[in-house]
Each structure stands twice: as structure tokens, then as C-alpha cells.
């Protein structure tokens, strides 16, 4: 153990920690786990100052006059209000049922298929559409929330001219008339429109025939995250019309991400974790892929890597080229490396790597074992690298592809499709250049936010002033919305009407679910009013005319109608489009230089999962969904391994200013596991200024630091400490218990609260998690499930941690935001939660993630102690809540050993950013299935009982018996990997049920005997035969 | 002294015990149909008669109350559905040109509530029609009501009665299996 360790309790390999501290500590963090509350939380509560100090003379006059008024009021029948009815009824509304409608969501760069549920006319939840060839019915945290920015309340209403941050009403109009006579006035390139990344063909037709009209016009495209540089490098290495090929992770055994979070930001999420994580069934062994990931940052892919090679990013080049050199040695690739790198590849060896880039021995044996798989699985093989992986090195990492044979697994049956190129930084700095000499008359913001997004460096918002006239396009205020003239209010994407096309073989189409809340009309809308030219004639069906009179256009068939229905019925047209094209390596002159120089401190600017470039930022339920890894609602921080802390002498929550391009931001430091030395890990997303109250300051903008936007790893840093500290409201220690009660230090081990072994294990024997059962002896009687008894089983080989289960279940169940001071008080909301463990050393950490929602017990602890027999269990398995019963004596949440159940402390949504989440209509966003519960009542999953409820009327109705398949839970539809499976019990034959009695199933705390009716299927780690 | 304190234990607290005891059964039971809402029915925007409609001309139930085979909701029929006939029959009558009015004027028709089970009850028509019960076992003899009121006390006393004693409650089920008892059956 190296001297930095020295103060360290010898912890074991197998134990499971949640943090730095707990490690460090061996198990102890501090006090909490001793007491039921959080610091703090008695204390600051003043009974004078938080109620209000009635006299008991007062209370008495008060209570004798309602009496007396209620006796006034007896009197007569009580008024129970009036029942409106439609008066004519929408035929396709059956009220209290409801409709699917298929659309696409464009809240991202990849315009995934999804299937939106409204209830009487208003959208309530959103799923992915299950025809969709992409995403394929499951849809990411960003998507789900969507709801949530439809019923924004403070999203425009109108148009609105703008003074300096002033709002004022204005009329559609006159905003039409100033940009339609200026866009006629102005010379060539004097009209920038800047619009993120576009997916609808029809809208590029749009704009090129807006650019045909008006010769002034010009198009900027940008987007924070957009793969550039992997685009870049694959056009440098394939040809410049070349698109970055479709890869077919499902038949990779190998894969390598390099950087990259596969299962979070980097590339479709979604498809990512269907295909790869498909290929972990343990029914399946044989198909078992393996995967790899080199990384300085801690991912989920990383989490879930079966080896992690912990590397800082000054060392990418020479990883990539040692790989190349290892495996181009034993005999692949011959003939493709180009001769100017070839002379130089024989200095990269395994050695001369590790020793370089100080690999543990950990490190090393991954980095070998790496290779080999490389080597034989070859043509199975695949390397990708990540966003912030710089262009010289994706252009490497393409090779090594062609090398290894892992080009193989491009897809040679559909293509990515571009529909326009990213405007270059050149040309974004060309064109900051052209506004500060005055040549650009009109700026168009389509629904971009430039001001936010665009390096600081090149004075974007000075630059605007310089602009005749400058217009918005949002949704909600944000900063370049604030800078500008006027602001042209926006549908939202469930307002309008669109086509997306961002593969080969088929288009999605986008529909309207309710009409425009607002005086608000689409993008594409705006442009074609500008297009015709004139200030009236508009109607909310124009674009619909135009994209139909499009869509027509293409259609060779000779009933258009009917295929137009079929399209918007099913959310995608499936057509067939040229074959693709094989790409072909044709680079010569491949990098041979290190692009990144090794310096003091790197840093690596992240993309949020939840947040993405910061659009999202005014989404509670996203702001509030913990980090995947860090557990970290409601902010960004610097994540620094614990070596860097100590030379630093910092710790969690400690502020710390990182100095960089001659800019400096102070963040707050957390600890985290696994991080490279050396390395300032930051999420780009936040520190919003000119927004809504949700996303304000919300953490730092560490944008400042990059010149160009593609730029997004930086190893010339330096860090200091701050003064003074900051507390981030992580959940990762929520939930301790205290240990001494267990008498055990690894308690988490034994107590079986996550098991795992090896694939090989597993192979050898079958059985081998199997040990004794605990002896089991209850006082009460066992309950009885004549009928169907509900369970679920978490497949922990597929989980990967990413938190859409826990978003929907949010949406589904009406769950509150809470807030970040209620967060650090550990009072977040979440039915859903996902557990995180390490294991192993703060160096090389392995990872274990658990989502943890109530186990529905058969011996229920909850239920003994509740003395208003408020918590219950039904006949079907299911421990119930009930509301109306609950006087919030909190006695069954000390009782569950799960910690699972949750307390409305307060009525949340009042509570929360002085009731923004009261206003008008984020009520529309409710589920009219599911109580909204007030203040004082516990809560807890309910495994979607309204779900359950609903499939047995239906079952009725139908004369037949429930079945365990007929009940979808929410997070189980939202689990892009599959892992979680719903059904019925007393079922013994069915799929369901075989699964829940595998030989991986384990229950979490099985020796207290309470028989949870969740199962949890070990995790299998598919490491190489020579470690077992 | 002693006589006075004799006076109050003896004479004026059983006065007094006996009297509020009295007063409260007599309330309680005086009062129990105007808290159960039985006896309930409020003038209505159209006097719309169940006897002449339901009763006289035979019509069914579920051409008006369209849901209540297919979900929770039984469902107030809308404007649209009252012109069905109404285009055509009797359009002098004043309350046939009021329900016009609406049905013109694209405003919902303000019915007054009459049924009402708790806020967290999520009581469910559909499971229960698609059982073959009655609407009038729970709603009483629409068919003869002039004017339409509360028959049924609809708390979860009532709602269990006959959960538990189903063959009771509703002799005219054969086979009628107990409904369900748990909580989560109708709250959530």
C-alpha cells in the first residue's frame, strides 16, 4: 500500500462503499447513520417562525366560530359542483382512457420515435415508439421530462419585444413585418439564421427555399455536443461526403470505449443499451459481449465496464497507438497502417505504456487482456471514442478499427444520415467577425441559444449589439432571448408538426397532440410566413399544407391519404433508400504527433445526461434525477481523484478555482472514485443566468474555457483552493444505516446486499451464489394469494445505472420536486432510486449499481408498526398505502430496511421555488390516476397499482383472468436495457416467474426474513478464463 | 357546600349528559341522509327528466351514458348527443330551445353533481356493469325519477356492504363472487 494510504483501514476487495470518506473511514462517514435525521434538520425548524404563532384564546375563537359556522351550514345538502361535459365530443376521446399518439422528440441530435400518452387532450407521459427503428420504444431521461417544458409556466405566451431583459407584448405582425422588410433590404450574408443541429428534411427544404427568396440569408449550424470531432476524423479518414457509419453493436463481443459513455451521452444512449446490453443474457452465456473502457473521467460505462483502464487524457494518443502497435505485431491490420506512423509504432508497447501512464497492476492486466481480445476477436471488435476524445485522435482510433478488423461491424445496410454540415469554428468566428464590423442586419435565433453556447472568447453578445435587429426563437427565456429585440414564441415539439430523418431506410414523422396552449406557432411555420412575404394569411395548418404538399412530392404510390395516416399513425415511414456505401480508408498522412501536451492539470468538459448543452436546465425532474455516478442533484463540481485532493488539500465540498486559457472559475470539489490523477472533471450545462427560476445559477458555466466548441479536453490547467466551502447536495451517503447493529464491518457483503461473480463462475457452477439459506421463522402467519401475486426481477447483468427508470416513475407517479436544500436534508421524492456501490481502492474502483424501489414484502416491517393501519397488504402481493390514512407518523419508514418510503415534509410543489410548480399548468401534467398526495403522508412505490387496476377492469370486461403480462410498470417500459420484468408470481410457468427463480435471483436482505418480492439477478462480470 | 357539589353530580351532570347524548343521536340520525347526500337533488340548468326518457320512451341507459362499459367513468352525455334526437323532436319546448342555445354556443352544459364517491376513491363503472350489475341497484329507479336525486349512501361502508355480502345486496347475480377488499382496489 503506497504512503498515501498509509492512514487507511485495510479494507477488503470485496467490500462495497458508496464514498471516499466511508472508505477511508471503514464503513463509519460520520453521525448520521445513527440517527433517523439528517444534521440539522431538528434544529433549524422554529415552531414560532414556521407556523404561525396562534394564541390559544385565538384558537379557541377560531375554533368556535367555524363550529358554529359548519352548524350554520348544516342546514342543507352540501354543493358538489357541476360536471361539464363536452358539448360536442372529439370522436377518437373516450374519457378516462387513454391515447397514444406516435411523434418524434427533436430534443436532442437524435429525433427518437415516441409514443405520447394523453388523457382528455393533454399530453401526460412520454415512451419511446416501439416501431421506431432506433430507440425502438424506450426513450432517455431528457425525453420523458419533455412533459414537464410543455407545461412550463413560464414559457412564452406571446410574441414579446425585449428591452434589456424586459419583456413586453407584442404582436405577431409587426415582428413579421421588421424581419420580412429587413431580410428583403439586406445585402448578401447580412441575414444569419443559427439553428441547432436540423432533422426534418421538409424544414431544410424550408430554409434552402428561404435562402432562394431572400439572398441575404445565411445558415449557421451548431450544436455543444455534437461528435465533431469523430465526424471530423471519419470524414478526414473516409471522405468528406462520408457520414460516421451505423455501428452494429450487437454483434460486437468486444468493445473498447475510449472516453466515451455509451450508455449516457456519447452516441444514441438508447440503442446503445438495447444492443449492447442485450448480448448479457444470463440465459444466454454464449452471446456474453465484453466490455472495455479507458477512461479519466468515471462513467457508467466505465461502471459497467468489465475491465476499466483509468488513464489521463494526455495519454489517449499513446494508448491508441499502443493498441495499434500490440496488435498490428501479432499479425493484423497488415498493410494498413500508412508507412508515416508505422516507423514510429514500435516505441508503443505495453510496457513503455504502463510505465508511461503509470497503470496499476490492475490496469496492466486489463490493458493485456484488452489486447488479446483485440487480436482474436478482431473482426468482432469495436473502438469508440468519445466527445472529448481531440480529432487527431478519433482519426487513430478509425484506423485502429481498419486494424484490427473491427470495420467489419459498420453497418452495411443503413447509413446515418446528414442533412447539412456543422458550420465550422472558423466560420462561427467569421461570423462573430462580420457582426462586429456591422455587416449582418438581422440575426434569426431559431430556438438556439447562442449567447450561452458560443465560446465567451469571441464576444458573441457584445457582437449583438452591433446587430440591426435581432430575433429569438424560444421556448422559454434564455440568454440570447434576453439580448435580443424580440422574442417569437415557440410550440412546443408535442404543439407541432415535423419529419425527422436521421438514417437511411426510413422517416419519422412528428404530429401535434394538443393544440398550441399559447399564442405560439412552430419554426417552420415562422419561416414559411417570412417566405410568403406577407404579415397575414397565417394559419396554425400551413406548415401541416406545406409538409404534406412535401411528403407528396416523394411519394410514388397512388393513394397519398392513406399512406399520410399510416405515417402519422405508426410515428415512422419505412421506405427504401440507395444502398450504402462502404466507407473506404483512404488517408495517408495519419496524426504522428500527441495533440494533446501533457501539463499540470487536465480538464475534461462533460456533457450532463440529464441536462445535455443546458436546455433542459429548467426541468426540475431533470435537475433532480442524482448524477449516474455521483449521485449529484442541482449542481456541476470538479471531480478530482483522492490524490489530487490530498496534494491539493481538499475534500468534498471544498471550493476550489481551476485556471485555464487564462480564465477562472471557482467549482466545488467531490471526491470521486476512479477519476485520473491530475484531472478536473466538469459538466458543461449549467450556471444558466438569464432563465426561468429552476435553472438559475444552478451550478457554474465552465464554458469559458474553451475557444472553440468541439475543444473539450484542456491538459494546461492548473488548480488551486479556494476559500471558503459549498455544499453539493449529493445522495450518495442517504440511507446509511448503522453498521454496529449489524456487528460486522463488511456488512453490505453480508448481508448480501450485491452479489456478483464472474461469468466463468457462473458456468463452472451454476449455483455457486447459492450458499445456505438463513433460517427463517416468522410469529405471523403467512398471507394468502389465491388470485395473482405481483413481483419483479432487476437484472443487474443489463442495468446500467442510467436513471430513466427513476424519471418516469416520477412522471408516472406525480412525484414532486423537491429542491435542492430539501435534497441535502435527504428528503428527495423518488419512488425509484439507484443505488451505487464501489468496491476495490479509490484508484481503480469497481462499481455496482442497484435501483432500489419498495420490495413489496410478503412480511412487510412497514405494516406491524403503523398504528393507523394506513400501510396494508392486499390480497395480491402488493403492500399498499393509503393516504387518506397516513397521519405522518414516519414509523414505517425508521421500520423498512430499504429505506424506500418517502415523506411529503411539505406540500412539495408549493414549497419548492415559491410554488412554481403550482402554477398554472403544470397541474395538466398530473396522471388523473394516481392521488397527488399532500403534505404529511408518507409515499412509496406502488408498482403502478393504477396500471394494475386498469388491466384487470379490462380483464373483466373481457371475460377472462389477469395475467402477470398484462401489467406494465412505468419504469419498466422506460428501461432502454430491459432489466426490469414485472409479473406474476403464482405463475409458476411463465417466463416471468422462471426468471424470478433463476439461479442469479437473490432478495436483498434475505435473513431478515421479510421476503421481498424483488429479485435481483447477480451481476456477471465477463472476464477473461485466466482470472477465474 | 357539600349540598351544592351534591346538587351538580347528582342532578345537573346526568341533566346535562343526557341531554347532549340526545341531542347528538337525534343529529346523527336526523342529519345522516343530508351528510350522505341521500335525498340530494339540486334544480338543474335543463330539467331534464330520466322518468319521460329512461322510463317512458325505454330508452338505454348507455345511449347517454356512453362510458360506462368501457372505463371508470359512466360520463354525462354531451350537448351533441341530446341534439341527436333534439334537431328534430319538440324544439318549441323552452327547455329544448335553452339546451339549443348551448349546444350553439359550444358551451358545456353546467350539470349539477349529483353522485359523487370520495376524491381518493377511484371508483370504476365498467368492472362493475361488466358484472352484470344494475345501474339501479346503486343509483335506485332513475326510470321513475322526475327529476333526478341521491338514493344510495355512496361512502365505503356502503361500497363494502355489498362487497361483502354480495349475494345480499344483489340477489339477482347468479354466482356472484365477493368484490375485492383491499385498499388498493379503489384508493391509490
Known amino acids: ?1028 | 357546600m357539600s349540598n351544592f357539589i351534591d346538587y351538580l353530580l347528582r342532578i345537573r351532570l346526568p341533566i346535562v349528559v343526557f341531554v347532549a347524548l340526545v341531542s347528538f343521536v337525534f343529529t346523527f340520525y336526523a342529519s345522516k341522509a343530508e351528510r350522505d347526500s341521500v335525498g340530494y337533488s339540486p334544480d338543474q340548468p335543463i330539467a331534464f327528466s330520466h322518468k319521460l326518457h329512461a322510463g317512458t320512451m325505454q330508452i338505454d341507459c348507455q345511449y347517454c351514458h356512453t362510458g360506462v362499459e368501457k372505463t371508470r367513468f359512466a360520463t354525462i352525455p354531451t350537448a351533441g348527443v341530446c341534439m341527436n334526437c333534439h334537431t328534430q323532436a319538440r324544439t318549441d319546448r323552452p327547455e329544448i330551445i335553452k339546451l339549443t342555445e348551448y349546444y350553439k354556443s359550444g358551451k358545456p352544459i353546467p350539470w349539477k353533481r349529483i353522485h359523487e364517491t370520495a376524491q381518493y376513491a377511484y371508483f370504476n363503472h365498467s368492472v362493475h356493469v361488466s358484472r352484470g350489475i344494475d345501474c339501479a341497484s346503486c343509483h335506485g329507479d332513475v326510470a321513475n325519477m322526475e327529476k333526478i336525486s341521491q338514493v344510495n349512501p355512496f361512502n365505503m361502508s356502503d361500497c363494502l356492504d355489498c362487497h361483502r355480502n354480495p349475494e345480499k345486496k344483489l340477489p339477482y347475480l347468479k354466482n356472484v363472487n365477493k368484490g375485492p377488499q383491499h385498499c388498493w382496489a379503489c384508493h391509490r
Open chain 1, 1 to 1028: 500500500m503506497s504512503d498515501q494510504n498509509k492512514d487507511r483501514k485495510d479494507v477488503k476487495r470485496d467490500e462495497l462503499w458508496r464514498s471516499v470518506d466511508e472508505y477511508n473511514a471503514g464503513g463509519v462517514t460520520d453521525e448520521t447513520q445513527y440517527h433517523e435525521f439528517a444534521p440539522g434538520v431538528k434544529e433549524e425548524f422554529d415552531v414560532d417562525k414556521e407556523l404561525s404563532g396562534i394564541s390559544r384564546r385565538k384558537f379557541l375563537a377560531l375554533m368556535s366560530a367555524s363550529a358554529a359556522f359548519m352548524a350554520a351550514g348544516c342546514s342543507d345538502y352540501r354543493d358538489k359542483g357541476e360536471l361539464m361535459p363536452y358539448n360536442r365530443k372529439p370522436d377518437d376521446i373516450t374519457i378516462g382512457e387513454a391515447n397514444f399518439y406516435a411523434s418524434t422528440y427533436m430534443g436532442c441530435g437524435h429525433a427518437c420515435g415516441v409514443l405520447i400518452k394523453t388523457r382528455e387532450g393533454r399530453p401526460i407521459k412520454v415512451d419511446g415508439n416501439p416501431d421506431h427503428p432506433v430507440n425502438a420504444g424506450k426513450v432517455c431521461a431528457k425525453g420523458q421530462a419533455s412533459v414537464m417544458d410543455l407545461y412550463d409556466p413560464q414559457r412564452f405566451s406571446e410574441p414579446q419585444t425585449v428591452n434589456q431583459g424586459e419583456y413586453t407584448p407584442a404582436k405577431w405582425q409587426d415582428v413579421d413585418g421588421k424581419v420580412i422588410a429587413q431580410l428583403t433590404l439586406g445585402g448578401e450574408g447580412s441575414a444569419v439564421f443559427i439553428s441547432h443541429k436540423v432533422h426534418s428534411p421538409t424544414a431544410i427544404k424550408l430554409m434552402g427555399e428561404l435562402q432562394e427568396k431572400y439572398k441575404s440569408v445565411r445558415f449557421i449550424y451548431y450544436d455543444l455536443f455534437a461528435a465533431e470531432n469523430r465526424t471530423n476524423a471519419w470524414k478526414k479518414c473516409y471522405g468528406e461526403d462520408s457520414v460516421p457509419a451505423v455501428i452494429k453493436w450487437d454483434e460486437a463481443d468486444v468493445i473498447l470505449a475510449l472516453e466515451a459513455s455509451l450508455f449516457g451521452t456519447d452516441g444514441n444512449s438508447i440503442e446503445q443499451h438495447r444492443m449492447i446490453r442485450d448480448r448479457r443474457d444470463v440465459n444466454n452465456t454464449k452471446k456474453f459481449n465484453r466490455l472495455y473502457s479507458a477512461e479519466a473521467n468515471f462513467t457508467t460505462t466505465g461502471a459497467n465496464a468489465d475491465y476499466r483502464i483509468r488513464i489521463k487524457p494526455e495519454h489517449y494518443y499513446d494508448f491508441v497507438l499502443t493498441l495499434m502497435n500490440e496488435v498490428s505485431k501479432r499479425g493484423k491490420g497488415k498493410g494498413v497502417i500508412p508507412e508515416s506512423l508505422s516507423g514510429k509504432l514500435s516505441a508503443f508497447t505495453v510496457d513503455a505504456f504502463s510505465k508511461k501512464a503509470q497503470l496499476s497492476e490492475k490496469g496492466r492486466k486489463s490493458l493485456n487482456a484488452l489486447i488479446g481480445d483485440l487480436v482474436s476477436n478482431g473482426s468482432k471488435s469495436i473502438v469508440y471514442a468519445g466527445e472529448a476524445v481531440p480529432e487527431d485522435v478519433q482519426v487513430l482510433v478509425h484506423l485502429l478499427n481498419e486494424v484490427t478488423g473491427g470495420s467489419a461491424l459498420y453497418s452495411d445496410t443503413v447509413a446515418n444520415v446528414e442533412l447539412h454540415k456543422y458550420s465550422t469554428s472558423k466560420e462561427i468566428a467569421g461570423l462573430v467577425a462580420d457582426m462586429k464590423a456591422g455587416k449582418v442586419s438581422l440575426l434569426v435565433n431559431m430556438d438556439a441559444n447562442p449567447v450561452y453556447h458560443f465560446p465567451k472568447e469571441l464576444g458573441f453578445e457584445e457582437a449583438l449589439k452591433k446587430v440591426k435587429l435581432v430575433v429569438s426563437m424560444a421556448l422559454l427565456p434564455n440568454e440570447t432571448s434576453y439580448s435580443s429585440n424580440f422574442v417569437l414564441p415557440l410550440n412546443h415539439d408535442f404543439e407541432s408538426w415535423g419529419d425527422a430523418k436521421i438514417r437511411s431506410n426510413f422517416t419519422s414523422t412528428m404530429q401535434p397532440v394538443i393544440a398550441p396552449l399559447y399564442n405560439t406557432r412552430q419554426k417552420e411555420a415562422i419561416l414559411l410566413q417570412w417566405l410568403s412575404g406577407k404579415t397575414d394569411g397565417y394559419k396554425d395548418t400551413n406548415y401541416l399544407d406545406y409538409l404534406k404538399a412535401a411528403w407528396k412530392e416523394n411519394y410514388k404510390g397512388n393513394n397519398f391519404n392513406k399512406f399520410w395516416a399510416g405515417s402519422l399513425h405508426d410515428g415512422v415511414s419505412m421506405i427504401t433508400d440507395a444502398k450504402v456505401v462502404a466507407p473506404k480508408f483512404t488517408l495517408k498522412d495519419v496524426p504522428t504527433e500527441n495533440p494533446l501536451k501533457p501539463g499540470k492539470t487536465a480538464v475534461i468538459l462533460a456533457e450532463s445526461y440529464a441536462l445535455g448543452d443546458g436546455r433542459h436546465a429548467n426541468n426540475g425532474w431533470l435537475q433532480e434525477l442524482p448524477h449516474t455516478i455521483s449521485k449529484v442533484t442541482w449542481d456541476n463540481y470538479a471531480a478530482i481523484s483522492e490524490k489530487t485532493s490530498k496534494d491539493l488539500g481538499a475534500k468534498t465540498d471544498s471550493l476550489i478555482e481551476v485556471s485555464l486559457n487564462g480564465k477562472k472559475v471557482t467549482l466545488p470539489v467531490l471526491v470521486q472514485p476512479g477519476v485520473a490523477d491530475d484531472t478536473v472533471i466538469v459538466e458543461l450545462g449549467y450556471g444558466r443566468t438569464k432563465c426561468p427560476v429552476v435553472a438559475l445559477e444552478v451550478g457554474q458555466d465552465v464554458s469559458v474555457f474553451q475557444k472553440t466548441m468541439n475543444e473539450k479536453v484542456f491538459t494546461t490547467a492548473t488548480i488551486a483552493v479556494a476559500e471558503g466551502s459549498y455544499t453539493l447536495a449529493s445522495t450518495q451517503d442517504h440511507y446509511t444505516y448503522d453498521k454496529s447493529i449489524v456487528n460486522t464491518d463488511d456488512a453490505h457483503l453480508k448481508r448480501h446486499i450485491i452479489q456478483e461473480g464472474t461469468l466463468a463462475q457462473f458456468i463452472a457452477n451454476p449455483k455457486f451464489l447459492k450458499g445456505e439459506k438463513p433460517s427463517s421463522v416468522s410469529l405471523y402467519p403467512n398471507h394468502e394469494y389465491p388470485g395473482v401475486k405481483w413481483g419483479m426481477t432487476i437484472d443487474l447483468n443489463k442495468c446500467t445505472g442510467c436513471g430513466n427508470c427513476s424519471v418516469a416513475c416520477s412522471i408516472e407517479n406525480n412525484v414532486p420536486v423537491v429542491g435542492k436544500d430539501q435534497v441535502i436534508k435527504g428528503r428527495e421524492m423518488q419512488w425509484m432510486r439507484i443505488d451505487r456501490y464501489y468496491s476495490g481502492t479509490p484508484e481503480d474502483p469497481d462499481a455496482s449499481v442497484q435501483p432500489m424501489l419498495c420490495q413489496h414484502c410478503d412480511n412487510a416491517p412497514c405494516e406491524n408498526v403503523c398504528p393507523v393501519a394506513a400501510t396494508q397488504h392486499s390480497i395480491d402481493g402488493l403492500n399498499q398505502m393509503v393516504y387518506n390514512r397516513c397521519v405522518g407518523t414516519r414509523y414505517c419508514s425508521n421500520n423498512c430496511p430499504y429505506k424506500v418510503r418517502r415523506f411529503n415534509f411539505f406540500d412539495f410543489r408549493d414549497h419548492f421555488a415559491n410554488g412554481y410548480y403550482y402554477e398554472e399548468p403544470v397541474n395538466l401534467a398530473n396522471n388523473p390516476e394516481v392521488t397527488v398526495r399532500p403534505r404529511g403522508v408518507m409515499e412509496k412505490c406502488t408498482f403502478c397499482v393504477h396500471r394494475i387496476e386498469e388491466a384487470r377492469s379490462k380483464a373483466l370486461a373481457e371475460g377472462r383472468p389477469l395475467k402477470g403480462s398484462d401489467v406494465k410498470t412505468a419504469c419498466q417500459e422506460a428501461c432502454p436495457a430491459d432489466a426490469i420484468s414485472f409479473g406474476d408470481l403464482n405463475d409458476k410457468q411463465s417466463d416471468f416467474n422462471l426468471f424470478h427463480e433463476h439461479d442469479l435471483a437473490y432478495t436483498v436482505l434475505e435473513e431478515l426474513n421479510i421476503k421481498a418480492n424483488v429479485r435481483y439477478i447477480a451481476r456477471l462480470q465477463n472476464t477473461t478464463a485466466e482470472e477465474v
